[in-house]
């Protein structure tokens, strides 16, 4: 299909100082838990959005010296000549599909604990460090000291030349780097000339972009990426005072300017808390200041919203991180005029929160995301069927969705069955939670790309039991009937049901969900989930006029996300909406109308009038494949050569994790693999002691 020519723009080349970029689609520097320590992976995957269109594809936070020693976090690293070679493959996976390569050099300053490295950390005052409360403080900088950090940032821009790099991002974002702490009056109280005014706290930064430009700005891009508010009002950078008076100081100094707000948590919302292009009105001012291409990020996902950006003068180029995660091909097939293809991110934010475990990223809406490499997994490509197989699938929720679009790709004939008289499972109904309808993307991405297939039949309203599977003559039979909440309070905390739970006095989110509620009056939610369910529980009742207290064996409120950026910002909602919180806490009993609570640290009991919303684990709904595999004679005298459960009636988990074991059923279906196996490629280790 013919592009639609109101994207044309999309695709014009932006110069950036001595390099041309060959659309205005840029890769924002992303963490992904695979950096250094995967680097196979991290290089496959870089490549791939290259491969999908992106014209600059740029590294995550590449630390430069062991003085800023991120471990545990898996960024990259650039410490000296070692660590070219690596990040020259990236070069190359990048390059060889015509993107530019860009390295975004960091040093975490006084946030890093150098736990690996052991070196004193350092910053622009002496402070302890400020992740994960380390015993460490950072050492305050003297004169000599910035002379060597300007010189090993220096240094660090030479060998990303030597790598091949095209782009060097001078990075002062996030309120976790060096020069936005020196920038910043709350971490900078320094009595000389970089301390003080705005243009001594700025100084650092002005000299590390001049520093680079004479190191390497003969033949290199090199983008300033700026925190232009730190929405904390007058405690911190406001786009209104010193963000825009300092981009105005240092307006045409950088090739090009990428700006965003501050912190991650910030910057990267989640569509929980903020919708697409929501960082639109910090920045708007940043193009009437410079002459300098300018971009900017927030989760853009469809081309008439990046066209509008560029219309109204907001930036010259698209920058994303998410979108470019959920769909590394969102370039190309906006190019190639197959906007309804793109597999839009859903704004959850479960690539950054494996990133923060410092495990291997993986996206909810991509399932091919960090198995690029070492399962081969390509986005858009999938290996034609080896056999004329007929799969039923039952179940059409995030699991079954994806085994039958992956299985109708591969050209087998595939029936899709499901009890609910829509698609989506768990998805449909989590959509309809307050702020969640993002959501439904992981479903209708999935059913349209199903809809023109026509191999591949979808019959809702269809409940099979046993019988009916087995009557039905398919080949290989997919179980993705997913799980149910349990109401009886069991779960981390809670070994054996609550004393006194029943139907009439707990609901669990699956009753929430289906609309069922509590008489009017006071609730108790208790959470040992720790993700979002709980407080999206809270959420849910405190926002139709209950009376919520919300318990949790936990230090804080939807502990959990703290790794998916959105602790402080549910705590914030939740305390706005007048819920009441009780941290360490668990439910010893229920009955007449009373929940009776625990104090985890004194062992002090007390009591809250209610019904209890226990939100703690799920079951799966296994019994049909309990049913079926019962009679193994049965199952062979129907034809039936596999029978597997797939996603949350497998292993309850994330909607990521089903989508992905959706995908990997249909992957592997007809193929051989060894039991035993490691079902994935593994580092390959050069030492220079041992075998
Ligand atoms: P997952 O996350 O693993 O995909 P979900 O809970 O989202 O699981 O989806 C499970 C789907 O399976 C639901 O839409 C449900 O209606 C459907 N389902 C469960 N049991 C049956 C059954 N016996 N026959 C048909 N559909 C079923
Ligand atoms: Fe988007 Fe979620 Fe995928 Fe991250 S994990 S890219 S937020 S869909």
Not at 57 to 78: I, N
Not at 513 to 539: I, L, N, Q, S, T
């Amino acid at each position: 299909m013919a592009r639609d020519p109101r994207y044309d723009i999309l695709f014009e080349p932006v110069q950036i100082g001595p390099v041309t970029a060959p659309n205005r689609f840029m890769q924002a520097p992303h963490c992904n838990g695979m950096g250094r320590m995967y680097p196979d992976s991290m290089i496959a995957m870089r490549g791939m959005k290259a491969e999908g269109g992106w014209g600059i594809v740029a590294t995550e936070q590449c630390d430069f010296h062991p003085t800023g020693d991120v471990t545990p976090f898996t960024e990259t690293r650039l410490w000296g000549e070692m660590d070219v070679p690596y990040l020259a493959g990236m070069v190359n996976a990048v390059q060889k599909h015509g993107g530019l390569a860009a390295v975004e050099l960091v040093h975490n300053g006084h946030d890093t604990g150098n736990i690996y490295s052991r070196e004193v950390p350092i910053g622009p005052m002496h402070r302890p460090v400020t992740w994960r409360d380390h015993p460490v403080q950072a050492r305050a900088m003297d004169l000599s000291d910035i002379r060597d950090y300007r010189r090993w940032h220096r240094k660090a821009a030479l060998r990303a030349r030597d790598a091949g790099f095209d782009i060097v991002v001078v990075y002062a974002g996030h309120d976790g780097t060096m020069p936005s702490h020196f920038l910043s009056r709350r971490h900078n109280q320094r009595g000389d000339e970089y301390g003080g005014s705005l243009e001594n706290r700025l100084r650092l930064y002005r000299e590390l972009l001049e520093d680079t430009l004479d190191a390497v700005g003969d033949t290199m891009g090199v983008i300033a990426r700026f925190a232009v508010d730190e929405m904390m009002g007058p405690d911190g950078l406001e786009w209104q005072n010193e963000g825009r008076d300092a981009i105005e100081m240092l307006a045409e100094i950088p090739h090009m300017w990428d700006v965003n707000v501050s912190n991650w948590e910030n910057d990267s919302k989640t569509s929980r808390f903020a919708p697409e292009g929501y960082q639109e009105e910090y920045i708007a001012f940043v193009k009437q200041v410079t002459s300098k291409p300018v971009s900017t990020v927030g989760r853009y996902t469809s081309p008439d919203a990046m066209v509008s950006a560029i219309r109204r003068g907001l930036v010259d180029m698209i920058c994303a991180a998410r979108p470019s995660i959920a769909d590394p091909f969102l370039p190309n097939k906006i190019k190639e005029g197959r906007v309804e293809d793109i597999r839009e991110c859903i704004g959850c934010n479960i690539c950054a929160a494996w990133n923060n475990v410092s495990a291997p990223t993986r996206c909810t809406q991509n399932p091919t995301m960090g198995e690029e490499w070492r399962k081969g997994w390509h986005p858009e490509k999938i290996a034609p069927k080896s056999t004329d197989s007929h799969v039923l699938v039952v179940g059409a929720g995030p699991a079954g969705l994806e085994a039958a679009h992956q299985l109708g790709k591969r050209g087998y004939r595939v029936t899709l069955a499901d009890a609910a008289a829509q698609a989506g499972g768990r998805v449909t109904r989590e959509s309809t939670l307050p702020n969640l309808n993002v959501w439904a993307r992981v479903r209708d991405y999935r059913l349209g790309q199903i809809a023109p297939m026509v191999n591949v039949d979808l019959y809702l309203n269809s409940e099979l039991n046993a019988d009916e599977v087995l009557e039905f003559g398919a080949d290989h039979v997919a179980l993705a009937t997913g799980a149910t909440w349990r109401r009886d309070g069991v779960g981390r905390h809670i070994r054996n049901p609550i004393p006194g739970a029943d139907t009439s006095n707990s609901f669990s989110p699956d009753d929430l969900m289906d609309e069922k509620r509590p008489d009017k009056g006071p609730v108790v939610v208790y959470d040992d989930d720790h993700y979002y369910m709980g407080g999206m529980m809270a959420e849910l009742l405190a926002g139709e006029g209950y009376q919520v207290t919300l318990v949790t064996p936990g230090l804080c409120v939807s502990s959990w996300t703290e790794h998916s950026l959105e602790q402080e910002h549910i705590e914030k909602r939740l305390v706005g909406m007048g819920v009441e919180i009780l941290p360490r806490h668990s439910v010893l009993s229920l009955g007449d109308g009373v929940v009776q609570l625990e104090n985890l640290v004194t062992g002090e009991t007390l009591a809250r009038q209610g019904t209890l919303v226990p939100v703690t684990m799920r079951l799966p709904n296994d019994a049909l494949f309990d049913a079926l595999s019962a009679d193994q004679g049965k199952l062979a005298a129907a034809g039936i050569k596999s029978l597997r459960r797939i996603g949350d009636c497998y292993g309850p988990a994330t909607i990521a994790a089903a989508v992905y074991e959706g995908h990997r059923y249909a992957r592997e279906l007809d193929a051989e693999a060894d039991p035993d196996g490691v079902p994935f490629k593994t580092v390959k280790y050069d030492l220079e002691l041992g075998g």
